[in-house]
């Protein structure tokens, strides 16, 4: 007897962090304003455990609690990609069949329409035969592929992908596009990619707001200690400044940024002094030296948290940096932000009747 599966999609990507989640909180929202129910599902899951010792279960509890889905909804990955696990696959000792486990995993429950988020990329999994490209070309899943905006040669990417898809690609969403762009950039390449069989169903604007991250985050990243202000550790920090010139110059620079991070030595007090007198979501200083009192006085009453990190400048800058655009987002204003711009530049009925579901 052939297990029937539900309807199904799979919200993939070519390269990791280029917004499927997002895209996927954004979906939801528009999915139930047309009072279509769904689950959700995550066949492989990239990692148990990230740089941070975070769980992959806690980010998909998130994703739980953002689209509203009581666990009854939530299919979890079938196989995580950690060491352990790639070494057991790789070496022979794990030979299960998790081509095998798919249409149980598809089948759902009812009827509902199953949103898939696929691994990070279109392949990754190829060797547990949990890849986008095995799962969509398999059991004929259709695709959403979610990819962001560098330049016009990302449709090499997209037609790659076509290739490898068929017609299990419905239709691709491009972002994180400079907003003084969308119109030239949707003009140059929407027609062309419609002429290579591509549907772009969203082209969505860049967000400094989207690309931002938590001062929370950013202690969890950096293993800092907070000296100051924990209840401000949800400001958003949007960009990242570095002190390390002498007070008037800094003063210069620093006013030029908005909600910065601003790092700089534990014992130069003349920036760290500097910095709070601008827009600075947080001081971080390196090198654990402890702060001037009044310095950390200053930083407490205009509510600016103070962080302190066992690490030099250059190595505390590329953590920071590299969180830009890469953490997941788990702040409510981010949510309503990629719930708003998916309202205003994603194709929802478009999408709806290429599945052809009501």
């Given at each position: 007897?052939?297990?029937?599966?539900?309807?199904?999609?799979?919200?993939?990507?070519?390269?990791?962090?280029?917004?499927?989640?997002?895209?996927?909180?954004?979906?939801?929202?528009?999915?139930?304003?047309r009072?279509?129910?769904?689950?959700?599902?995550?066949?492989?899951?990239?990692?148990?455990?990230?740089?941070?010792?975070?769980?992959?279960?806690?980010?998909?509890?998130?994703?739980?609690?953002?689209?509203?889905?009581?666990e009854?909804?939530?299919?979890?990955?079938?196989?995580?990609?950690?060491?352990?696990?790639?070494?057991?696959?790789?070496?022979?000792?794990?030979?299960?069949?998790?081509?095998?486990q798919?249409?149980?995993y598809?089948?759902?429950?009812?009827?509902?329409?199953?949103?898939?988020?696929?691994?990070?990329t279109l392949?990754?999994?190829?060797?547990?035969?949990?890849?986008?490209?095995?799962?969509?070309?398999?059991?004929h899943?259709?695709?959403?592929?979610?990819?962001?905006?560098?330049?016009?040669?990302?449709?090499?990417?997209?037609?790659?992908?076509?290739?490898?898809?068929?017609?299990?690609?419905?239709?691709?969403?491009?972002?994180?596009?400079?907003v003084?762009?969308?119109?030239?950039?949707?003009?140059?390449?929407?027609?062309?990619?419609?002429?290579?069989?591509?549907?772009?169903?969203g082209?969505l604007?860049s967000?400094?707001?989207?690309?931002?991250?938590?001062?929370?985050?950013?202690?969890?990243?950096?293993?800092?200690?907070?000296?100051?202000?924990?209840?401000?550790?949800?400001?958003?920090?949007?960009s990242?400044?570095?002190g390390?010139?002498?007070?008037?110059?800094?003063?210069?620079?620093?006013?030029?940024?908005?909600?910065?991070?601003?790092?700089?030595?534990?014992?130069?007090?003349?920036?760290?002094?500097?910095?709070l007198e601008?827009?600075?979501?947080?001081?971080?200083?390196?090198?654990?030296?402890?702060?001037?009192?009044?310095?950390?006085?200053?930083?407490?009453?205009?509510?600016?948290?103070?962080?302190?990190?066992?690490?030099?400048?250059?190595?505390?800058?590329?953590?920071?940096?590299?969180?830009?655009?890469?953490?997941?987002?788990?702040?409510?204003?981010?949510?309503?932000?990629?719930?708003?711009?998916?309202?205003?530049?994603?194709?929802?009925?478009?999408?709806?009747?290429?599945l052809?579901?009501?």
């Amino acid at each position: 007897m052939t297990t029937k599966s539900s309807p199904a999609l799979l919200i993939a990507s070519i390269e990791p962090y280029s917004g499927k989640s997002g895209t996927i909180v954004g979906l939801a929202h528009l999915l139930k304003q047309r009072n279509i129910v769904f689950n959700y599902g995550k066949p492989i899951g990239t990692s148990i455990n990230d740089e941070q010792g975070r769980s992959e279960e806690e980010d998909i509890k998130f994703m739980s609690q953002v689209l509203g889905l009581p666990e009854s909804a939530i299919q979890l990955p079938l196989v995580y990609l950690e060491p352990d696990t790639i070494e057991k696959r790789l070496r022979g000792i794990d030979t299960g069949d998790y081509t095998g486990q798919l249409p149980q995993y598809l089948q759902g429950r009812g009827e509902k329409l199953l949103l898939l988020e696929g691994a990070g990329t279109l392949w990754e999994g190829n060797s547990f035969d949990l890849s986008v490209t095995q799962i969509s070309n398999q059991f004929h899943i259709p695709v959403l592929l979610v990819t962001r905006y560098t330049s016009p040669l990302i449709v090499d990417s997209l037609i790659k992908a076509k290739q490898d898809l068929g017609n299990n690609l419905i239709g691709v969403v491009i972002n994180d596009v400079p907003v003084g762009e969308l119109e030239d950039v949707q003009a140059l390449m929407t027609p062309y990619l419609a002429r290579q069989g591509i549907e772009v169903l969203g082209m969505l604007p860049s967000s400094k707001l989207l690309r931002s991250v938590s001062v929370r985050e950013i202690v969890h990243q950096l293993g800092a200690t907070v000296l100051c202000r924990p209840d401000r550790l949800d400001w958003l920090v949007e960009s990242l400044a570095i002190g390390a010139m002498n007070v008037n110059a800094a003063l210069e620079y620093f006013r030029k940024g908005e909600n910065m991070a601003v790092v700089t030595g534990g014992d130069r007090s003349d920036l760290q002094l500097a910095a709070l007198e601008t827009s600075t979501s947080c001081l971080i200083l390196t090198g654990n030296i402890p702060p001037d009192p009044r310095i950390l006085s200053r930083a407490e009453d205009l509510e600016v948290p103070m962080l302190s990190v066992n690490l030099d400048t250059l190595t505390t800058v590329e953590i920071v940096d590299r969180a830009f655009g890469t953490v997941r987002f788990q702040e409510q204003i981010k949510v309503e932000c990629i719930q708003q711009m998916m309202t205003e530049h994603f194709a929802i009925d478009r999408l709806i009747e290429k599945l052809t579901i009501t």
